[in-house]
């Protein structure tokens, strides 16, 4: 015997514009609309990523402090005054001498503290003793005179690594390397003119004990007030990897979404705590999970209580980030999570690549998303991240 066939299911074809088909030609269109839209929404998310580097250091304030008071401060202190260019990109506050004895008491000591404490992005500093030491070299000779100590630049990598790199040493050193070329060919000139009145032939002398003293009187030195080394494992944990916190929630979401049908069968107090425990139990372990990841690709803690308190953060984070994305699936869901999706994380990452306080003032709404204030826990406790305590890292930079 022969087994019969099972009939096939044929489906009815239609033309494109056919009137049989215009029930299927309606939904097609209504796709292909939403898909529009949203391919419309996540291209104008995008713009938020690129805007917000434009013009985000107008709010930098820079202090230019004078302790010294002779023409190496005032030079240093005229060129950053007048210069149209360091004033368009960011706020240059000029101490003079008459001002600095009153806003910092304890001198350049003072000045590090206010880098420290984040009262300013970055100060240039004109020792008090700049043209006291420089005197001596001359007139009395000292082998050792440094002309690096005579000036100081000062930033705080910690704050912000890109707004450091991106603005406060490609401002600050090539201005110095300008003003200092002016007040080096000053004091040049000046020297040849005593030379020639000088009877006793100190300067010469002098000037052959420390050469320098004659062609590169003055010269900086760059003060790193809070490095962030070079710590690869950082970048994850610190950026690229609060994406992943939103990409797990989403996957939660879709994954868990399927079981809440069945949940319903239970009495409604239940559910209710059902679905109100599920997500603090999910994320209490998945954020342990994904901290734990820092420990094995060894990101330094200091102790057991940084390990608790990083968890701790990424615990909240998730939960925040999470939360916001279940909340909207069950109020709106599909089509538009993805979308959504879309925004959540294009604004939580261009709201914690650079501090908000130096950005544009649209994206102030960072204060209230979790990504920012994340980044800014973990760099405030300093959860490694390769950052360390103050350590004056000095080089020098400038022999000009």
Known sequence: MTRKKKPSLVLPVYGLFSTEFAVHRKEILKHLIVCFINWTLMISFLTLDWAVSYRQYTTVT???????????????????????DAN???????????TSSTMFPNGSEDVFSAV????FWGAVVVNSNASSLLHEAYWIGNATYDSSGATFIIYNEMRSSETTHHCIVPLLVPMMKHALMKINSILAADFL??????????LMRNAQIAPHIVGHPIGASLFNVNPLHDNTPAVAVLEVGLIYFIILSF??????????VHGLYL?????FIYRIALPFIMYFFLSLFYSSLALIFQVRFDNANDFVLYWTVNYFTMLASGLTLEIFNNFIGEPWLATFLDLWIVTNFTTSIFPLNSSLPFYRFGYAWPFPNSVIFKLKFKLNFGVSNFQGECQSIIRS
């Open 251 to 260: 996957q939660i979401i879709t994954i868990v979404e399927a079981a809440h």
């Open 267 to 271: 009495k409604k107090r239940i559910y």
């Open 88 to 98: 368009e990109m960011a706020q240059i506050l000029i101490v003079d001498n008459d």
């Open 62 to 84: 820079i202090a230019i402090v004078d302790l010294d008071g002779t023409i190496i401060g005032r030079t240093i202190l005229d060129e950053f005054k007048f210069n149209h």
């Open 193 to 202: 003119k005593q030379l020639r009145n000088d009877d006793t032939g100190a």
């Open 116 to 119: 420290m404490g984040e009262q």
